[in-house]
Every structure is written in structure tokens, then in C-alpha cells.
């Protein structure tokens, strides 16, 4: 069973209208992540919440936004979507604590986001 | 966290093992090596990580050498799944936080 579900898959939307993806996980882990993968492209780390704590990477644009209303749930918001954002966007949760640390992230499918 | 140096593109025949490199010369004691493969369209997938000792799961072998400053990920049986891109990974995060590079494109053949 899919542990880690972003929805929706594929997403296509016009330039400068807002969009959000979600994430949800059925893991309870506390670390959720969000990364950028463009074609051909490593990911690259966007932000993550530590728990309630939100993390955001130096060079992550302003345009993206994120919300974690509870533990389950983490959503991407891009305000105004430029042709440059078209990509995948890659959903990931991990635990943090002493005993049961590994390390391993647990990554979604992911969500293509095409911008026209 | 250290930067790690990997072939951009490797082959290997199906069947057979396949070791792939990985540099990390500037690596700290504190930093542990992790392997993630993505296979095309999916999300990463975690293979394994290791911190000074090798290591073995059902997926792999991590085998990282006495200095530390590289490592080896070894698939015993390649088969034709298998073919992905994998990232070598290093970083002082033991809860995840990862950046990956650009990893080495692997592909198995019959």
C-alpha cells in the first residue's frame, strides 16, 4: 500500500494562475520534505517541516509556499506558476528520533506540474 | 555536507554484479553515505547508507573504504529493473535531509 500519496499525478495550469499539491502520508513520521526535480535534473531540496517547524532552503524561491496542517498532510503552493516551474514535484517524509533513526526518506510518486 | 563525484553513465549486463563508484574525498567523520535509486518516473527509492562499517540488505552492498573518502555500491544480480539513475548522498543529517547530485545512469541490458 502507498505510504506516501501526492495528488493530483499530473497537473497542467497557465501561467500565473496559483496551484497546490498535496501530500499525504500513512507513516506518522514527523520530517515531511518537498523537492523540485526538472527534466532531466537531480531533486532539489525546496523546504521541509520538522514537525511544526518550517525549513526552508536559501535559494527556494518566494513563489513557493507550504502548509502542514496537521501531522498527515503537507501542501505545495506556487502563487504565480512560471514557465520555469514546470517540473516534478517530489514528496517525502522521514522519522526523526533517537531509537529509530535510519535515515531513509520515503518518497511519493510525485506530481508534473506542466505550466503553459 | 561533503560533495560526492560519481560516473555520469554506466553499463551493465543482466545477471551480472554491478559496482558503482562513488567519490567523496572532503567527507567528516560525522557524515554518513547513502544510496538512493530513481527509476525513471518514480520517486527515489531508498537503496542503503552506511557511516564507516559495509554494509549489506536485501537490495545491496555498500562497501566504503578504510579512509572513508569513497565508496562502492555493489548489486549483486543485475536484472533489468534495475536500470535507474542512483545518487551517492553524503551528509551529517541521520533523520534525512538530503541533496542529491547528479547521480550515475545505469542501465542493464540482456
Known amino acids: 500500500d502507498a505510504m506516501v500519496i501526492q495528488n493530483p499525478r499530473y497537473q497542467v495550469t497557465q501561467f500565473g494562475k496559483p496551484v497546490t499539491l498535496s501530500c499525504s502520508q500513512t507513516?506518522?513520521?514527523?520530517?515531511m520534505y518537498w523537492y523540485q526535480q526538472k527534466s532531466s535534473q537531480a531533486p532539489k531540496l525546496l523546504f521541509h517541516?520538522?514537525?511544526?517547524?518550517?525549513?526552508n532552503e536559501a535559494d527556494t524561491p518566494d513563489n513557493f509556499q507550504s502548509r502542514r496542517p496537521n501531522t498527515s498532510f503537507c501542501f505545495l503552493d506556487i502563487r504565480s506558476p512560471g514557465l520555469g516551474d514546470t517540473a516534478m514535484y517530489l514528496c517525502?517524509?522521514?522519522?526523526?528520533?533517537?531509537?529509530?533513526?535510519?535515515?531513509?526518506?520515503?518518497f511519493g510518486e510525485g506530481s508534473r506540474l506542466t505550466v503553459l | 555536507d561533503a560533495k560526492t563525484t560519481q560516473p555520469p553513465s554506466m553499463d551493465c549486463a543482466e545477471g551480472r554484479a554491478a559496482n558503482l563508484p562513488c567519490n567523496h574525498s572532503?567527507?567528516?567523520?560525522?557524515?554518513?553515505v547513502y544510496w538512493y535509486r530513481q527509476i525513471h518516473s518514480q520517486g527515489p527509492q531508498y537503496i542503503i547508507h552506511?557511516?564507516?562499517n559495509n554494509e549489506t540488505n536485501e537490495m545491496a552492498s555498500l562497501i566504503i573504504t578504510e579512509d572513508r573518502k569513497s565508496s562502492t555500491l555493489i548489486l549483486p544480480h543485475a536484472t533489468l529493473r534495475d536500470t535507474a539513475v542512483y545518487y551517492c548522498?553524503?551528509?551529517?543529517?541521520?533523520?534525512?535531509?538530503?541533496?542529491f547530485g547528479a547521480g550515475t545512469q545505469v542501465v542493464v541490458t540482456p
Open positions: 548522498i553524503v551528509t551529517t543529517d541521520s533523520w534525512g535531509k538530503l541533496q
Open positions: 517541516y520538522y514537525d511544526k517547524d518550517f525549513n
Open positions: 507513516l506518522n513520521h514527523n520530517v
Open positions: 572532503t567527507i567528516s567523520g560525522n557524515e554518513y
Open positions: 552506511g557511516l564507516k
Open positions: 517525502a517524509t522521514s522519522r526523526d528520533g533517537s531509537a529509530f533513526n535510519t535515515g531513509e526518506l520515503f
